[in-house]
């Protein structure tokens, strides 16, 4: 059990666990869960960490058929520029690896910005804390569960 699972446990949330042989030469995580799973790409979101420029990560979640928008999410943080956090220091900030990144469970609370277009789903998918490895709940409930922001952070 992740630290993901756990944490929607603990929160009586309603979720749903999907799980798939991850193929270790994969290395775009959420196209593959979405294509093993067979779910439309804008029900996957994928979790991204990005450093603002006033040296806080923020935790970016987006849908796996866009990309996330650096400058909308530095717009929604309330500061001027944002880049994409170093690997290393996303992995020691949430506790996961890549591709296996969850917004739930993470050692650290980082503000958290999820891309208005979950808003027009019944349940999203993301990552459960391992590659293979997904969640599915309602966007409100993630949300609520991660006192995150809805932004428009995706471009296609």
């Known amino acids: 059990m992740t630290p993901a699972i756990k944490a929607l446990e603990k929160a009586r949330i309603t979720f749903e666990i999907r799980q798939?042989?991850?193929?270790?030469?994969?290395?775009?995580y959420g196209e593959e869960a979405a294509r093993v799973l067979?779910?439309?790409?804008?029900?996957?979101?994928?979790?991204l960490l990005a450093k603002l420029d006033d040296g806080r990560?923020?935790?970016?979640?987006?849908?796996?058929?866009?990309?996330l928008d650096l400058k909308a999410l530095a717009r929604a943080a309330g500061t001027r520029k944002a880049s994409m956090a170093n690997p290393d220091e996303a992995q020691r900030a949430t506790g996961y690896v890549l591709g296996g990144i969850s917004p739930l469970g993470q050692k650290k609370r980082l503000p958290t910005f999820i891309d208005s277009s979950a808003q027009s789903q019944d349940t999203i998918?993301?990552?459960?804390?391992?590659?293979?490895?997904?969640?599915?709940?309602?966007?409100?409930d993630l949300a609520g569960l991660l006192s995150a922001r809805y932004a428009a952070l995706s471009r296609t």
């Open 38 to 47: 067979e779910l439309s790409p804008a029900q996957v979101f994928k979790t």
């Open 20 to 28: 798939y042989e991850h193929d270790d030469s994969s290395t775009s």
């Open 57 to 67: 990560l923020a935790v970016a979640i987006v849908p796996v058929s866009g990309q």
């Open 125 to 140: 998918h993301v990552s459960a804390g391992r590659r293979g490895l997904e969640v599915s709940l309602s966007p409100a």
